[in-house]
């Protein structure tokens, strides 16, 4: 028969939440600058920021971040198209795009840049069928119709495109599970489920999806130790394990996967010594599993983080700041079994 | 930042490995910096190829380099003679290939490669398609490779059955692999329409057409025809007899069971002499507002306005409406209304007779089948035989949730009522072996459950819905509730009766006693409810009742054993939100 495949969690993996230490590891990433690691991530710089902000706003630890400095960054990367670029000398992307609008709301601040012609950047990637390239060079893929109307969404602009079409779009990803890929005939990824999910949430699209039978997907990724795979017969990981959450929380079925089970996953992965989140349980941590690893406890309840946004990943407040509520399915709010599995955990726990 | 193990290491190490990561980052920056100066100076040749493809190599998810890759071939394009953009093209292929040897996962090369095939003067799709072969034979599910497939696929006419023979080849010798079973669901509804679909012939290339050959199998009801679909069940028993813990066969049988997309109609026209109401139900969530919906009334087309049943729903499978007063309040007159869905070009008629306070006409949940197959009628006999291997499986594996709930699926595809039972044993048995994922055991079982009673209801044509003490864990189907007036949903689990509640138009009484009832949201302008029992439940605070202050006739509340009958002032507090409320309980 087929192994599944899975991680072991050791009994001496971390147990509890070390915010203090994952707040130092953030706050010390970015003065790492003339490391060649962090030089050689430079290509997706944008998004990075956006990840270690979002963890320390998330963690109550922004006032920690240079404010200053990352705002002149991300004005330095906005093109004459209009749209935002990793990085300084880089080319300008979707993908960038929503980061730099992300970060300019975490900070109250869109009015740094020039909204209109980001909306027009947005607005040019759109294609004949609805879809969205992710720069002039044409690539598709639903993960680029997600940044779109998330960017426009943020700005309050979504409709300077063709919402229908864009929908339209989007569901002919929709496959046999379910779930959605990259295009058309791709398939089921939990990504670009997240992705597709949240663009259809934003667009006010969500009672076209088949929430029964992709919850049942989406909670058959939670395997024997708690964490979450993205597709079939894949390895747990920390990321994945926020995309289905996510999703999951989107569609209105959180509680069908074992919430006490995946916290004890997601505790595993940090790194005592450095801080931070990896993937699994002893691999090397970086911001993308930090923010990943912060979230996915904030969707699983725990208070000492603030409440995360399943769609946007970005903080509730920041959201209601600019009067931002997307839509989310509604079916049993178990705040009874929380409580329930909180008070479990503490039994746990406290052994 | 995807599988690197931390490794432990000595201070000297550590020395020689930051000594070397700055040589490294010195040689990175002189590259990039060289190349960045290059493109400033719009200089778009030979040596700027040799410098991107340096870095590259290492890190192909730099994608402003590819981005200045395909600025200096379109520029060499230009001023170059066909045989040579040809030998520059299949040298840049060259390259791709060695960068997704090195990291066959990055979107970047395979973007790019995309964009080079779409560029050789002759391309080499053969050679293409074998590139992907000997991918997938390393990882069969790098789903880039999948998609960089599907590209060749179309963009050379591969015919969709050759394909599908790839995916037998592929299952045939692993069963367990979800991409190959993914494939399939999109080739079969391709290959083998279901009888009605537009015919296609078994060989037809995509070239040549212009339907897209990746319809969603989801969304479009593309099915496929019965034939071919007793060919599939026999393919996916081989593998999960051969592997019963492999989920990929699993998930695409649950596929096949599953029934194609209902029709979009009107299922329910209902009108009310009192208050003057109509209500329509469609068969799925609609916005009527954008979808042209016109009232009819005796030959005159009529100005109202719909609303959803609940503020919160855009999209509703129920829409409501008043007419003018005075329309069809005098019992004495008979009415015809008609409701056109122009945007379907569908309509459905209710007449209202002398005499009569109410009237509907609708498609009951028997009539569509709604809950059953799609499978027709006399290939029951082959659901049966589906329904003795699995059973057959299950006693040779009887800890296998797999199996178990196929059983369950095909047990309610053959007969939901008479199963009833063993049903219930088996989701047990789920809960048991699988306890994980026992809350989505749970709401499945519930809606089961729903379905079940609904059909009983409409069986012996009542409008009262009893459903007490089954273990109900979350409501659904509202929408076919719109003509119940007594529910009784008492001893289960609910937490919250949801926004979807207010469609139940025409309830006159619920009782909900003995839940975990905290919150009534879809206790939501309900002109007929009068009496509601929920003892025992979790309701605490005041504002919860809110909701009920919309419903006018309400008389009776009975609220004995909730948190909130301890609130101070309770009573006053109660005659002033619920002023209607001649009984009330506490
Ligand atoms: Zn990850």
Same mark, same amino acid.
């Given at each position: 028969?087929? #192994?599944?495949?899975?991680?072991?969690?050791?009994?001496?993996?971390?147990?509890?939440?070390?915010?203090?230490?994952?707040?130092?590891?953030?706050?010390?990433?970015?003065?790492?600058?003339?490391?060649?690691?962090?030089?050689?991530?430079?290509?997706?710089?944008?998004?990075?920021?956006?990840?270690?902000?979002?963890?320390?706003?998330?963690?109550?630890?922004?006032?920690?971040?240079?404010?200053?400095?990352?705002?002149?960054?991300?004005?330095?990367?906005?093109?004459?198209?209009?749209?935002?670029?990793?990085?300084?000398?880089?080319?300008?992307?979707? !993908?960038?795009?929503?980061?730099? +609008?992300?970060? !300019?709301?975490?900070?109250?601040?869109?009015?740094?840049?020039?909204?209109?012609? +980001?909306?027009?950047? +947005?607005?040019?990637?759109?294609?004949?069928?609805?879809?969205?390239?992710?720069?002039?060079?044409?690539?598709?893929?639903?993960?680029?119709?997600?940044?779109?109307?998330?960017?426009?969404?943020?700005?309050?602009? @979504?409709?300077?495109?063709?919402?229908?079409?864009?929908?339209?779009?989007? @569901?002919?990803?929709?496959?046999?599970?379910?779930?959605?890929?990259?295009?058309?005939?791709?398939?089921?990824?939990?990504?670009?489920?997240?992705?597709?999910?949240?663009?259809?949430?934003?667009?006010?699209?969500?009672?076209?999806?088949?929430?029964?039978?992709?919850?049942?997907?989406?909670?058959?990724? #939670?395997?024997?130790?708690?964490?979450?795979?993205?597709?079939?017969?894949?390895?747990?990981?920390?990321?994945?394990?926020?995309?289905?959450?996510?999703?999951?929380?989107?569609?209105?079925?959180?509680?069908?996967?074992?919430?006490?089970?995946?916290?004890?996953?997601?505790?595993?992965?940090?790194?005592?010594?450095?801080?931070?989140?990896?993937?699994?349980?002893?691999?090397?941590?970086?911001?993308?599993?930090?923010?990943?690893?912060?979230?996915?406890?904030?969707?699983?309840?725990?208070?000492?983080?603030?409440?995360?946004?399943?769609?946007?990943?970005?903080?509730?407040? +920041?959201?209601?700041?600019?009067?931002?509520?997307?839509?989310?399915?509604?079916?049993?709010?178990?705040? #009874? !079994?929380?409580?329930?599995?909180?008070?479990?955990?503490?039994?746990?726990?406290?052994? | 930042?995807?599988?690197?193990?931390?490794?432990? %290491?000595?201070?000297?190490?550590?020395? $020689?490995?930051?000594?070397?990561?700055?040589?490294?980052?010195?040689?990175?920056?002189?590259?990039?910096?060289?190349?960045?100066?290059?493109?400033?100076?719009? $200089?778009?040749?030979?040596?700027?190829?040799?410098?991107?493809?340096?870095?590259?190599?290492?890190?192909?998810?730099?994608?402003?380099?590819?981005?200045?890759?395909?600025?200096?071939?379109?520029?060499?394009?230009?001023?170059?003679?066909?045989?040579?953009?040809?030998?520059?093209?299949?040298?840049?292929?060259?390259?791709?290939?060695?960068?997704?040897?090195?990291?066959?996962?990055?979107?970047?090369?395979?973007?790019?490669?995309?964009?080079?095939?779409?560029?050789?003067?002759?391309?080499?799709?053969?050679?293409?398609?074998?590139?992907?072969?000997?991918?997938?034979?390393?990882?069969?599910?790098?789903?880039?490779?999948?998609?960089?497939?599907?590209?060749?696929?179309?963009?050379?006419?591969?015919?969709?059955?050759?394909?599908?023979?790839?995916?037998?080849?592929?299952?045939?010798?692993?069963?367990?692999?979800?991409?190959?079973?993914?494939?399939? %669901?999109?080739?079969?509804?391709?290959?083998?329409?279901?009888?009605?679909?537009?015919?296609?012939?078994?060989?037809?290339?995509?070239?040549?057409?212009?339907?897209?050959?990746?319809?969603?199998?989801?969304?479009?009801?593309?099915?496929?025809?019965?034939?071919?679909?007793?060919?599939?069940?026999?393919?996916?028993?081989?593998?999960?007899?051969?592997?019963?813990?492999?989920?990929?066969?699993?998930?695409?049988?649950?596929?096949?069971?599953?029934?194609?997309?209902?029709?979009?109609?009107?299922?329910?026209?209902?009108?009310?002499?009192?208050?003057?109401?109509?209500?329509?139900?469609?068969?799925?969530?609609?916005?009527?507002?954008?979808?042209?919906?016109?009232?009819?009334?005796?030959?005159?087309?009529?100005?109202? $306005?719909?609303?959803?049943?609940?503020?919160?729903? =855009?999209?509703?499978?129920?829409?409501?409406?008043?007419?003018?007063?005075?329309?069809?309040?005098?019992?004495?007159?008979?009415?015809?209304?008609?409701?056109?869905?122009?945007?379907?070009?569908?309509?459905?008629?209710?007449?209202?007779?002398?005499?009569?306070?109410?009237?509907?006409?609708?498609?009951?949940?028997?009539?569509?089948?709604?809950? =059953?197959?799609?499978?027709?009628?006399?290939?029951?006999?082959?659901?049966?035989?589906?329904?003795?291997?699995?059973?057959?499986?299950?006693?040779?594996?009887?800890?296998?949730?797999?199996?178990?709930?196929?059983?369950?699926?095909?047990?309610?595809?053959?007969?939901?009522?008479?199963?009833?039972? $063993?049903?219930?044993?088996?989701?047990?048995?789920?809960?048991?072996?699988?306890?994980?994922?026992?809350?989505?055991?749970?709401?499945?079982?519930?809606?089961?459950?729903?379905?079940?009673?609904?059909?009983?209801?409409?069986?012996?044509?009542?409008?009262?819905?009893?459903?007490?003490?089954?273990?109900? %864990?979350?409501?659904?189907?509202?929408?076919?509730?719109?003509?119940?007036?007594?529910?009784?949903?008492?001893?289960?689990?609910?937490?919250?009766?949801?926004?979807?509640?207010?469609?139940?138009?025409?309830?006159?009484?619920?009782?909900?006693?003995?839940?975990?009832?905290?919150?009534?949201?879809?206790?939501?302008?309900?002109?007929?409810?009068?009496?509601?029992?929920?003892?025992?439940?979790?309701?605490?605070?005041?504002?919860?009742?809110?909701?009920?202050?919309?419903?006018?006739?309400?008389?009776?509340?009975?609220? =004995?054993?909730?948190?909130?009958?301890?609130?101070?002032?309770?009573?006053?507090?109660?005659?002033?939100?619920?002023?209607?409320?001649?009984?009330?309980?506490?």
């Amino acid at each position: 028969g087929t #192994q599944i495949k899975d991680v072991v969690i050791k009994p001496d993996a971390p147990n509890t939440l070390l915010l203090d230490k994952h707040a130092d590891y953030i706050a010390a990433y970015g003065s790492k600058k003339d490391d060649y690691e962090y030089t050689l991530s430079e290509y997706l710089r944008m998004s990075g920021i956006y990840w270690g902000l979002t963890v320390m706003d998330l963690m109550g630890q922004l006032h920690r971040m240079n404010r200053e400095e990352i705002i002149d960054f991300i004005k330095s990367c906005q093109h004459d198209c209009g749209g935002f670029s990793a990085s300084i000398g880089h080319d300008p992307h979707l !993908l960038y795009t929503l980061s730099a +609008v992300q970060i !300019l709301t975490l900070y109250d601040n869109v009015k740094a840049i020039d909204v209109d012609k +980001v909306v027009d950047y +947005v607005r040019g990637l759109q294609q004949e069928d609805g879809s969205f390239a992710g720069d002039k060079w044409g690539e598709i893929d639903t993960r680029f119709s997600f940044c779109a109307v998330a960017t426009l969404a943020l700005l309050g602009r @979504l409709d300077a495109v063709d919402v229908d079409k864009a929908v339209e779009f989007v @569901l002919s990803c929709m496959n046999f599970d379910g779930g959605f890929g990259c295009r058309p005939g791709s398939e089921s990824h939990a990504g670009q489920i997240y992705c597709c999910t949240g663009f259809l949430s934003v667009t006010g699209q969500l009672h076209q999806v088949n929430a029964d039978l992709l919850g049942w997907w989406l909670c058959e990724r #939670q395997l024997p130790s708690g964490g979450l795979n993205g597709r079939p017969e894949k390895l747990p990981d920390v990321c994945y394990s926020w995309w289905v959450l996510a999703a999951l929380k989107i569609i209105g079925r959180i509680h069908w996967i074992d919430k006490a089970k995946l916290r004890t996953f997601i505790l595993s992965c940090q790194d005592e010594e450095t801080g931070g989140f990896a993937d699994r349980p002893g691999d090397m941590v970086d911001p993308f599993h930090t923010l990943f690893g912060v979230a996915g406890l904030s969707l699983l309840g725990d208070e000492q983080i603030k409440p995360v946004n399943p769609v946007f990943c970005m903080p509730e407040d +920041v959201l209601q700041r600019i009067g931002l509520q997307p839509d989310l399915l509604k079916t049993v709010e178990q705040t #009874q !079994l929380i409580s329930q599995y909180l008070h479990l955990e503490s039994v746990i726990y406290s052994v | 930042m995807h599988g690197r193990v931390k490794v432990k %290491s000595t201070a000297q190490q550590e020395e $020689e490995k930051r000594k070397e990561r700055e040589k490294k980052l010195k040689v990175y920056l002189t590259v990039r910096d060289a190349i960045f100066k290059k493109r400033g100076n719009g $200089e778009l040749d030979d040596e700027a190829l040799q410098l991107t493809q340096q870095l590259l190599s290492s890190n192909p998810d730099f994608a402003t380099l590819w981005n200045y890759r395909r600025e200096i071939l379109l520029h060499l394009e230009t001023i170059k003679e066909e045989e040579e953009t040809q030998k520059l093209y299949e040298a840049e292929l060259l390259f791709i290939e060695s960068c997704l040897k090195m990291n066959p996962k990055s979107y970047g090369s395979w973007h790019h490669r995309g964009w080079v095939s779409s560029r050789l003067p002759r391309p080499d799709w053969t050679r293409e398609l074998s590139l992907c072969d000997r991918c997938l034979s390393l990882d069969d599910r790098n789903f880039h490779c999948w998609d960089y497939r599907r590209l060749v696929v179309k963009a050379s006419g591969v015919p969709v059955d050759q394909e599908l023979q790839f995916t037998d080849r592929l299952i045939g010798s692993n069963f367990s692999n979800y991409s190959s079973w993914h494939y399939r %669901s999109t080739l079969l509804p391709l290959l083998h329409p279901e009888s009605g679909s537009e015919p296609a012939s078994p060989c037809r290339k995509h070239t040549n057409t212009h339907t897209s050959p990746t319809a969603s199998p989801q969304t479009h009801s593309h099915r496929v025809c019965e034939e071919q679909l007793l060919k599939e069940y026999e393919l996916v028993q081989n593998a999960f007899f051969t592997d019963p813990n492999d989920q990929s066969a699993w998930f695409y049988y649950r596929w096949l069971l599953g029934r194609a997309e209902r029709e979009e109609l009107i299922s329910c026209v209902y009108a009310s002499r009192e208050g003057e109401r109509v209500a329509v139900a469609f068969s799925k969530p609609v916005n009527a507002l954008a979808e042209g919906l016109m009232l009819v009334l005796d030959g005159q087309q009529q100005q109202v $306005e719909w609303r959803s049943a609940h503020p919160r729903f =855009r999209h509703s499978p129920v829409w409501l409406c008043e007419l003018p007063p005075g329309s069809i309040s005098d019992i004495n007159n008979e009415h015809n209304l008609t409701v056109h869905w122009t945007e379907k070009h569908t309509h459905r008629d209710c007449a209202l007779y002398t005499g009569r306070l109410e009237s509907w006409c609708r498609d009951s949940a028997t009539d569509q089948e709604l809950f =059953r197959s799609e499978l027709s009628v006399e290939k029951t006999s082959v659901l049966q035989s589906e329904l003795q291997s699995c059973t057959q499986l299950l006693e040779l594996e009887p800890q296998n949730k797999w199996c178990v709930l196929t059983i369950i699926l095909l047990m309610r595809a053959l007969d939901p009522l008479g199963h009833e039972k $063993e049903t219930l044993a088996h989701f047990q048995t789920l809960k048991e072996v699988d306890p994980m994922r026992s809350s989505y055991y749970s709401d499945l079982c519930s809606k089961f459950m729903i379905e079940n009673t609904i059909l009983k209801m409409e069986y012996a044509e009542v409008r009262v819905f009893s459903l007490s003490d089954k273990n109900l %864990s979350t409501l659904c189907h509202l929408d076919q509730l719109l003509l119940v007036t007594h529910i009784n949903l008492s001893s289960n689990q609910l937490v919250t009766l949801p926004p979807q509640f207010s469609m139940l138009h025409c309830l006159e009484v619920l009782e909900a006693d003995d839940n975990v009832i905290e919150n009534l949201e879809g206790l939501y302008h309900l002109p007929k409810l009068e009496e509601v029992s929920l003892k025992n439940n979790q309701i605490s605070k005041l504002s919860d009742l809110e909701p009920l202050a919309s419903c006018p006739k309400l008389t009776r509340l009975d609220l =004995r054993g909730n948190p909130v009958t301890k609130t101070a002032n309770i009573q006053a507090e109660l005659s002033q939100l619920l002023p209607s409320v001649t009984d009330l309980l506490l």
